[in-house]
């Protein structure tokens, strides 16, 4: 939270007359990594000391684990032109009038630049950023400010207790090995450390992706591997599903291995055309093909869960009878 001099000792002068026990450190955004996260965090006046908003709201939440307050300046739609007062130019031309017709809940989002080089957002632009780019929010509040012009965003972290990503990539049969955890199979919960147990829930990368509500605090997710090739996304650090990692408090990962040759035929036989295979199954089978593609797929997403803090689990799918295995032997299982 940002405090002038006058605050700060107003603030801090309050915590010791009530002996709230608080400490305050003085630096910006860019200090706080090693104090962080904390449970709320308030920032006022953003789009004006920033130049780069959409990083800094990015490196916000990531600071935050309960709620974080943004306070952000809306696009302007009474100005009609050009004032030397203000420095400020009406951007949206003859749409202007029509947006300003509209309740602000309905107001598309917008993001525009004023001739002093400040960011102006509507909050639907807010919401529809954090929806498609962060998995860890799990709702936005828009809260018009007493202050023409402004808005509060109050941004609400998802709470899980428990994440296990059942992972591997597309056709080794992830979706089929989540069923089987949810029912009573004694067994294949042994193997992989699952803690049976209530409030568990159970969804795809695609549904988490699509918007589908998590109602629980412990979720297996299945996540597929190759995400973000077949995306084109710059690695796993760009998927929007997996920033739910960041709010569980314990995380594990599944990692399904089998050699290339059987997760194509596997792809082959589930098709709902095996004379004639779905372009997908064909395209993924040529990539799986490529001469080292496949294991560097598993070496990637190892390295990236090994630096979020997860513990994985390596279990060998070849055949019908599941069973753990060591990183060395699930390496060498599909060279």
Same mark, same amino acid.
């Given at each position: 939270?940002?405090?002038?001099?006058?605050?700060?000792?107003v603030?801090?002068?309050?915590?010791?007359?009530?002996?709230?026990?608080?400490?305050?450190?003085? =630096?910006?955004?860019?200090?706080?990594?090693?104090?962080?996260?904390?449970?709320?965090?308030?920032?006022?006046?953003?789009?004006?000391?920033? %130049?780069?908003?959409?990083?800094?709201?990015?490196?916000?939440?990531?600071?935050?684990?309960r709620?974080?307050?943004?306070?952000?300046?809306?696009?302007?739609?009474?100005?009609?032109?050009?004032?030397?007062?203000?420095?400020?130019?009406?951007?949206?031309?003859?749409? %202007?009038?029509?947006?300003?017709?509209?309740?602000?809940?309905?107001?598309?989002?917008?993001?525009?630049?004023?001739?002093?080089?400040?960011?102006?957002?509507?909050?639907?632009?807010?919401?529809?950023?954090?929806?498609?780019?962060?998995?860890?929010?799990?709702?936005?509040?828009?809260?018009?400010s007493?202050?023409? =012009?402004?808005y509060?965003?109050?941004?609400?972290?998802?709470?899980?207790?428990?994440?296990?990503?059942?992972? =591997?990539?597309?056709?080794?049969?992830?979706?089929?090995?989540?069923?089987?955890l949810?029912?009573?199979?004694?067994?294949?919960?042994?193997?992989?450390?699952?803690?049976?147990?209530?409030?568990?829930?159970?969804?795809?990368?695609?549904?988490?992706?699509? =918007?589908?509500?998590?109602? &629980?605090?412990?979720?297996?997710?299945?996540?597929?591997?190759?995400?973000?090739?077949?995306?084109?996304?710059?690695?796993?650090? &760009?998927?929007?599903?997996?920033?739910?990692?960041?709010?569980?408090?314990?995380?594990?990962?599944?990692?399904?291995?089998?050699?290339?040759?059987?997760?194509?035929? %596997?792809?082959h036989?589930?098709? %709902?055309?095996?004379?004639?295979?779905?372009?997908?199954?064909?395209?993924? &089978?040529?990539?799986?093909?490529?001469?080292?593609?496949?294991?560097?797929?598993?070496?990637?997403?190892?390295?990236?869960?090994?630096?979020?803090?997860?513990?994985?689990?390596?279990?060998?799918?070849?055949?019908?009878?599941?069973?753990?295995?060591?990183e060395?032997?699930?390496?060498?299982?599909?060279a």
């Open positions: 939270m940002d405090l002038d001099e006058e605050r700060l000792a603030a801090v002068k309050k915590a010791s007359a009530e002996n709230v026990n608080i400490e305050f450190l003085r =630096g910006g955004i860019k200090d706080c990594d090693d104090f962080a996260p904390f449970d709320y965090v308030v920032r006022r006046q953003m789009s004006q000391s920033s %130049r780069d908003p959409i990083a800094a709201i990015h490196k916000l939440i990531d600071l935050t684990k709620k974080l307050i943004l306070e952000l300046e809306d696009v302007d739609l009474s100005i009609v032109k050009f004032s030397k007062k203000t420095g400020r130019r009406a951007l949206l031309g003859a749409w %202007r009038t029509i947006f300003k017709l509209l309740p602000a809940r309905l107001r598309p989002g917008i993001l525009a630049v004023d001739s002093h080089g400040k960011f102006l957002m509507t909050g639907n632009w807010v919401k529809n950023l954090l929806r498609a780019q962060r998995q860890d929010v799990d709702r936005i509040e828009i809260v018009v007493d202050r023409p =012009g402004r509060f965003a109050f941004v609400y972290m998802r709470r899980l207790t428990d994440l296990l990503l059942v992972s =591997g990539p597309a056709g080794i049969g992830k979706s089929h090995l989540a069923r089987r949810m029912p009573k199979d004694a067994e294949l919960k042994r193997l992989v450390g699952f803690d049976d147990g209530e409030d568990w829930q159970t969804m795809g990368d695609v549904a988490l992706d699509e =918007g589908v509500k998590v109602k &629980a605090s412990r979720l297996v997710l299945e996540y597929n591997i190759w995400r973000p090739v077949e995306r084109n996304w710059d690695g796993y650090g &760009a998927d929007p599903v997996l920033t739910i990692m960041r709010v569980a408090e314990a995380k594990k990962v599944c990692l399904l291995a089998a050699p290339k040759e059987v997760v194509i035929e %596997r792809m036989a589930r098709d %709902r055309s095996p004379s004639s295979p779905s372009a997908k199954v064909e395209w993924l &089978a040529r990539e799986y093909s490529l001469p080292g593609r496949y294991r560097k797929l598993y070496e990637r997403w190892i390295y990236y869960c090994k630096a979020n803090g997860c513990d994985i689990t390596y279990l060998d799918v070849a055949s019908r009878r599941i069973k753990v295995i060591s060395d032997a699930a390496l060498k299982l599909i």
